[in-house]
């Protein structure tokens, strides 16, 4: 069964740091690019960033970039986001999705895989 799953969200005051984990299985990452994505309440879905599957491409939206850092390790089939200077604009549900990486962005489509997302929430 294909699956992404992430991890690694939860409470964290401000200033705050998370790491987040997004785990493959029934597929191998290493020939897709991956996309982290957030949606707050009341808000719509946008793209945090992103890392290409082979060239080391990345994105960064830029309400994180400085503060968030993507990487993935092929041999254990995962990608992370580490996000550090955590603020309260920062709270909502996190997905990794597998999904079209360039530096201007990310986005997905209709056979794309999501995760079922992980919560972060920033707050004193």
């Known amino acids: 069964q294909v699956q992404l799953v992430e991890s690694g969200g939860g409470l964290v005051h401000p200033g705050g740091s998370l790491r987040l984990s997004c785990a493959a299985s029934?597929?191998?990452?290493?020939?897709?690019?991956i996309g982290w994505f957030r949606q707050a309440p009341g808000k719509e879905r946008e793209g945090v960033s992103c890392i290409s599957s082979s060239d080391g491409t990345t994105y960064y939206a830029d309400s994180v970039k400085g503060r968030f850092t993507i990487s993935r390790d092929n041999a254990k089939n995962a990608v992370y986001l580490q996000m550090n200077s955590l603020k309260p604009d920062d709270t909502a549900v996190y997905y990794c999705?597998?999904?079209?990486?360039?530096?201007?962005?990310?986005?997905?489509?209709?056979?794309?895989?999501w995760g079922q997302g992980t919560q972060v929430t920033v707050s004193s």
């Open positions: 999705a597998t999904a079209f990486c360039a530096v201007t962005g990310t986005r997905t489509n209709e056979y794309d895989y």
């Open positions: 029934g597929f191998t990452l290493d020939y897709d690019a």
